[in-house]
């Protein structure tokens, strides 16, 4: 029993030390900190790992995609975003969060079994189970999610009022509380096509 808990111990350390995501494109501008860290970095490269607490922020050209090693769900940070990554091991999967201050990022998140996925704001909480949307958050004009497949909960922090984003579906989470849903305007999504095209 002792030596089975070892080896689960020890392959989460290594997972750990590994990171938890991997940078699989980055492009433009991107301000990187490690955890540990007490400076920004401005040298991000295809094939780095992300670890838990890591930062990355986007310039006026900047771009970073990068996926998490358990099950590939993948995040697209656009122009202007900045984006915390957090992950912790549990059972051989990553519990994963991400906290985001501000900008567009596009989620492609595969299906997590037991735990969620939570995207945090300073406005709202999302808890994903699995599903593909878009974020657009901004300190002092809220958040706008944008569904593209499956289910998004969205809480908002100041009112703990929740809407249910699905596909095609626009969820508004305003700072004083307020939250609304209704179907996304199709200039909306040429708005986000036109971010991935850039």
Known sequence: MNKIYLILTLSAFLFTQQGIALVTKAKGSIEYKRSEDNQLFNDINKGQSLFDQDLLRTGSDGFAKYVYLDDGS???????????????????????????????????????????????????????????????????????????????NITNIQSNEIRQLTRNMTVTSLPNGDMDIKKTDPKDFKKLQSLELD
């Open 74 to 152: 993948m995040i697209k940070v656009h122009k202007n975003a900045e984006v915390y990554v957090y992950g912790s091991i549990d059972n051989r999967s990553i519990v994963k969060q991400i906290n985001v201050s501000e900008g567009n990022v596009k989620f492609e998140v595969a299906r997590q079994g037991e735990g969620e996925f939570t995207v945090i704001t300073p406005t709202s909480v999302a808890s994903v189970k699995g599903t593909d949307f878009w974020i657009q958050t901004d300190e002092d004009d809220g958040d706008q999610f944008f569904g593209l497949s499956g289910l998004v």
